[in-house]
């Protein structure tokens, strides 16, 4: 438990620190002043920064610093992820050129949208990576340039209702094979099922690395018409590529992931909207932190699997256009543009407030939700 949460907090100050980054590097590039960015949380345990003397000097604590000439870079107390201080992010310093709300909104929204782009990058990245050493990927129209290994037959999805789901069977679990017999695919695999409709069988499958048995009676399906248990399957394998394809994959399959993300976050309001519900299992850092301890077990190729994927997650959510988030700062810079003057700072601050409010609120209730799934099995 306790190195689920240490490598929950790793995975988790990576992206965050990469998010800030991202922020940090384009408001430099385009000439605004980055008071302060740090590793962690404030407040400051201990800092450097260039004085306008032209000299490096240290400052302990977090005592007001006044003769910095540049960003004062810190190291914070609670030590998860990184912030950023930008000069007039928040209305100030208007009349000076190196502010924030100085510049004009194209620029301003550079910088908002940086942290964004700076998690794609850091997925992309991550896959590239993995592709280099190996990832967990679908066997299906594989580039021939690929390298495989520890193919495997797992379960996609689970049909509501089925012998599947009375086992307690879930997506993600690995199909061992049944009766000590092994499978060379997955074909191969639903052949022998409904060859043995109505018979009882022993499966053996794998979750996070360890194998558990059921006995399950395969029946015949209505949607298929032939025998089975109610799983849709598929040949997984670990993938590697050499350097410069593995670059070209990671990149091809971000944009890929990116965008199944994307639709999968529509498919989610427009359940909400109109009241078919969520459509699927949400979860918060709870689960995260467990899914994330889950990955870790697995190996390090799932680790950095998870780690990309949560990446792209975040960097969609952030650019979702809600109050407190990145995204519902650009909306308001699109409403300056579209009215010709900013909104009030008083107003604008409040709605990010009430937003900011809202956010933590359906993080407890949805943490709530997954102690309860985790204490109670509700």
């Not at 980055?34 to 949380?41: D, L, M, Y």
């Not at 070209?248 to 944009?255: D, F, L, S």
């Given at each position: 438990m306790l190195l689920t949460i240490v490598i929950f907090l790793v995975v988790l100050s990576v992206l965050v620190f990469a998010h800030e980054m991202g922020h940090f590097w384009v408001a430099r590039k385009i000439g605004v002043r980055?008071?302060?960015?740090?590793?962690?949380?404030p407040p400051r345990v201990w800092g450097f920064y260039k004085s306008q003397a032209g000299d490096w000097k240290q400052v302990r604590g977090n005592k007001e610093v006044s003769d910095a000439a540049d960003t004062i870079y810190s190291i914070n107390?609670?030590?998860?992820?990184?912030?950023?201080?930008?000069?007039?992010?928040?209305?100030?310093?208007?009349?000076?050129?190196?502010?924030?709300?100085?510049?004009?909104?194209?620029?301003?929204?550079?910088?908002?949208?940086?942290?964004?782009?700076?998690?794609?990058?850091?997925?992309?990245?991550?896959?590239?990576f993995g592709f280099m050493i190996g990832l967990p990927?679908?066997?299906?129209?594989?580039?021939?340039?690929?390298?495989?290994?520890?193919?495997?037959?797992?379960?996609?999805?689970?049909?509501?209702?089925?012998?599947?789901?009375?086992?307690?069977?879930?997506?993600?679990?690995?199909?061992?094979?049944?009766?000590?017999r092994n499978f060379q695919n997955s074909d191969e695999l639903q052949e022998?099922?409904?060859?043995h409709a109505g018979e009882k069988l022993p499966f053996t499958f794998k979750r996070a690395?360890?194998?558990?048995?059921?006995?399950?009676?395969?029946?015949?399906?209505?949607?298929?018409?032939?025998?089975?248990?109610?799983?849709?399957?598929?040949?997984?394998?670990?993938?590697?590529?050499?350097?410069?394809t593995a670059i070209?994959?990671?990149?091809?399959?971000?944009?890929?992931l990116t965008w199944a993300i994307l639709v999968a976050f529509y498919e989610l309001?427009?359940?909400?909207?109109?009241?078919?519900?969520?459509?699927?299992?949400?979860?918060?850092?709870?689960?995260?932190?467990?899914?994330?301890?889950?990955?870790?077990?697995m190996g390090l190729a799932y680790l950095i699997n998870f780690t990309a994927l949560l990446s792209i997650n975040l960097a969609v959510i952030n650019a979702f256009p809600f109050p407190a988030l990145d995204g519902g700062r650009l909306l308001f810079l699109l409403i300056e543009k579209i009215k010709g003057s900013?909104?009030?700072?008083?107003?604008?601050?409040?709605?990010?407030?009430?937003?900011f409010a809202l956010l933590m609120l359906l993080v407890v209730l949805v943490t709530y939700k997954d102690i309860a799934r985790i204490w109670w099995g509700s």
């Open positions: 980055a008071e302060e960015f740090g590793f962690g949380f107390v609670i030590p998860m992820g990184g912030f950023v201080k930008i000069k007039g992010e928040d209305g100030e310093n208007k009349e000076e050129g190196d502010s924030f709300a100085s510049r004009s909104a194209l620029e301003r929204a550079a910088i908002l949208l940086a942290g964004v782009s700076m998690n794609i990058v850091l997925a992309a990245v991550l896959i590239s990927q679908s066997l299906d129209d594989i580039d021939p340039k690929a390298i495989v290994r520890d193919r495997q037959i797992q379960i996609i999805e689970v049909m509501p209702r089925s012998p599947a789901a009375v086992a307690e069977l879930t997506a993600g679990d690995i199909v061992v094979g049944i009766n000590g022998y099922i409904n060859t690395g360890r194998e558990f048995s059921k006995d399950i009676i395969p029946e015949i399906r209505q949607e298929t018409g032939r025998g089975g248990i109610g799983i849709a399957i598929g040949d997984t394998g670990i993938v590697r590529y050499s350097f410069f070209w994959e990671g990149v091809k399959n971000t944009v890929l309001l427009a359940g909400i909207l109109t009241g078919r519900g969520l459509g699927g299992e949400l979860g918060g850092p709870v689960r995260i932190a467990q899914i994330t301890g889950d990955a870790a077990r900013p909104v009030k700072k008083e107003v604008e601050g409040t709605i990010h407030y009430i937003g």
